[in-house]
């Protein structure tokens, strides 16, 4: 073994080392419904010392009834008050039923569900990599990956391993392919070339931050959509570069012993699945388009007011929707075509598999409702970001040290605490206002997340794929553990967070719209 050969075997034990502490330590990070919890304790412990020390902010807000902008004073509300216990008590049903981010979980994932159980996902994942060019194959590699955060797993579980013995199939590294697809999937997890299920409870989260402001604003669900397909493309793009300038080379040619698989071509089940799917797909795009063609009244899912499809129209109201009934019309497509479907009952079924397999989120969600409600309804949540805006005014580092910061903040907290909703759920609350405030727009806010979140979840100990990823690794590579990936893995997050923040900040600058108005 040459000494180059040996130092890096060295670091890599001490790295792995390092990691497996953090790993331990991570580890006693309880579950993120009992995090929520101890912060609901918390807010309750802080509305009653705050309540009772008759702390209040004045500050200029939008009053409904006025519809104008006047000084308003909140006080902190104590929740061990008599109002306080009564609402705690009274509330967590009526909390749970109005986060619509609960209906908009389920509804998306009858669609995708069905697409994901009945193997179309899986397929075409299967004939994109097949179908790549070598020459942009590393390209479409991260891609795929992008895209597969329409269905949550898909992705880790499919394409990772596929795109692993794809490169080895091809006389490169199988770990170079199991970065590039490991990075397309969760290092540029936040956004897509289309909106997804996530993005719905994203913005859901971000409207209940908005309306402690100003119940009379919201943004959609596209209020980032120009910003997601530029980053997707961008970001996709030097993921693929990192891979092959910068990864491949350091791993150099692979000496395993492991034989090389053959490709597995597509059955005829599936060629045919694929193809029902395909014709389905159209009908839809011809229906859609009949829907939403001018002129009115032709185009029943335009603004009937405007003719615009985007601001207050049918279309982007039931944007969730269609997204659900697509994926459900392909879906149910390709399981006939596929045999993996054989009737309507078998169809409801799977929706039925995949609601159950939803029980945790929804349990979850259910704790995030009434952590929200609690905090907002105790007025700590104006306080805090009342009082941040006021020493941010006098803080001289402008529109870009905002966001900076913000960006840094979310990938710390990201290594503690890994899921995307979970975290927006605590940060929103304070930082939107707080941002608005600041005369910033929520949809920078939640722009500003989508960068800081997304390139750390390759990196961090506590994200659960971590641990299957050294599995897929392993297969390949005997002695590879979780100091192997996350040293795999390094070059991506810390590229991604400086050039995507940068991006971020760029676009701001010009004053380019995040998405449709």
Request: proline share 5%; aromatic share 10%; charged share 10%.
């Amino acid at each position: 073994m040459s000494k180059t050969a040996a130092e890096a075997k060295s670091n890599a034990r001490q790295a792995t080392g390092f990691l497996a502490t953090v790993e331990r330590v991570g580890n006693m990070v309880p579950h993120p419904a009992i995090i929520f919890f101890i912060l609901i304790g918390i807010v309750i412990a802080f509305s009653a010392l705050f309540g009772a020390l008759g702390t209040t902010v004045t500050y200029e807000a939008f009053d409904e009834q006025l519809g104008d902008i006047v000084q308003q004073t909140t006080s902190v509300r104590s929740l061990l008050s008599p109002d306080g216990i009564r609402f705690m008590l009274t509330s967590p049903v009526a909390n749970f039923l109005g986060f619509t981010g609960v209906g908009v979980i389920l509804v998306a994932m009858i669609g995708v569900g069905i697409a994901e159980e009945s193997g179309l996902i899986a397929t075409l994942v299967r004939k994109l990599v097949a179908a790549a060019p070598r020459s942009i194959f590393t390209f479409m590699i991260v891609m795929v990956g992008v895209l597969s955060s329409i269905a949550a797993d898909a992705g880790y579980l499919v394409l990772v391993p596929l795109a692993a013995a794809a490169f080895h199939s091809m006389g490169r590294h199988p770990l170079a392919g199991l970065a590039a697809g490991f990075s397309g999937v969760a290092a540029v997890f936040l956004v897509n070339l289309f909106v997804t299920p996530t993005d719905a409870l994203l913005t859901e989260v971000t409207n209940d931050a908005i309306r402690t402001v100003n119940p009379n604003l919201q943004i959609t669900l596209v209020g980032n959509l120009y910003f997601m397909i530029v980053s997707s493309i961008l970001m996709a793009i030097i993921c693929t570069v990192i891979t092959e300038r910068f990864v491949e080379p350091r791993l150099g040619p692979y000496g395993g012993e492991v034989p090389v698989e053959a490709a597995q071509a597509l059955s005829e089940s599936e060629q045919r699945g694929l193809k029902y799917a395909g014709r389905a797909f159209l009908a839809f795009v011809v229906i859609l388009l009949l829907l939403t063609a001018p002129p009115i009244p032709w185009g029943i899912l335009r603004n009937q007011m405007t003719g615009g499809i985007m601001a207050g129209s049918p279309f982007m109201s039931a944007l969730i929707v269609l997204i659900s009934l697509l994926f459900l019309v392909i879906g149910y497509a390709y399981g006939r075509g596929a045999g993996t479907i054989q009737n309507a009952t078998a169809a409801i079924g799977l929706i039925v598999k995949t609601w159950s397999n939803l029980a945790g989120m929804i349990f979850l969600l259910f704790v995030i409702a009434n952590f929200i409600a609690f905090f907002n309804w105790t007025n700590l949540a104006t306080v805090m970001a009342v009082n941040l805006a006021d020493f941010l005014k006098n803080v001289p580092i402008g529109a870009t040290g905002y966001i900076i910061l913000f960006v840094i903040v979310v990938a710390i907290i990201d290594i503690i605490l890994t899921g995307a909703l979970a975290k927006w759920a605590i940060l929103a609350p304070v930082f939107i206002p707080l941002f608005m405030r600041l005369g910033g727009d929520p949809n920078l806010v939640l722009a500003a997340y989508r960068v800081g979140d997304s390139p750390m979840n390759v990196i961090t100990p506590l994200n659960v794929y971590l641990a299957v990823m050294v599995g897929f690794a392993q297969k390949y590579v005997k002695d590879a553990g979780i100091g192997t990936i996350v040293a795999l893995m390094l070059p991506y997050t810390m590229v991604l967070l400086v050039l995507w923040t940068l991006l971020l900040i760029l676009w701001n600058a010009f004053g380019i719209p995040l998405g449709p108005a």
